[in-house]
């Protein structure tokens, strides 16, 4: 097939630099693939009382409420609520939630069903607002967020 030594040693070179080529590239792309996943982005309002940070999937990372928000009217704010992961047995995923920063309630998300419930019994408009939330995050991930917030 090679009519010399010259064109086998020449083959070898292109496959190993070929080969090398393809190595640099995948280095390259995962560690772009980590900058991506360790991006993040925060918004503020304008008047200063709520600042929100989102990781690379767009979900909370952080919100941070300054004191003159306790002292808002809810109706110029909409609808805050926020929930954060908590310790649960294997078969539950449950969440505290509240509006602003009062986590005041208990969601229980069975993991497997994705069926949701309230520990209170009062599954309300805040409820079901951060229960959608939570639960497209998880179909869109694979995991459940750690928190979450829902805002209108």
Do not use: C
């Amino acid at each position: 097939m090679w009519a010399d030594e010259a064109a086998l040693d020449a083959a070898a070179r292109r496959l190993d630099e070929w080969e090398s080529s393809l190595a640099a590239r995948a280095a390259r792309a995962r560690d772009l693939s980590a900058r991506t996943q360790a991006l993040t982005g925060t918004a503020r309002s304008a008047d200063g009382l709520i600042e929100v940070t989102v990781d690379a999937n767009g979900l909370l990372a952080d919100l941070r409420l300054d004191e003159r928000v306790r002292h808002s009217e809810s109706s110029d704010m909409g609808m805050m609520v926020t929930a954060r992961r908590i310790e649960a047995p294997a078969d539950e995923v449950r969440y505290e939630f509240g509006f602003e920063d009062r986590f005041d309630r208990i969601l229980v998300i069975d993991p497997q069903t994705l069926q949701a419930r309230v520990e209170d019994g009062d599954f309300n408009a805040a409820a079901s607002a951060i229960t959608a939330k939570i639960v497209n995050a998880r179909r869109d991930r694979g995991d459940f967020p750690q928190r979450m917030l829902f805002a209108s």
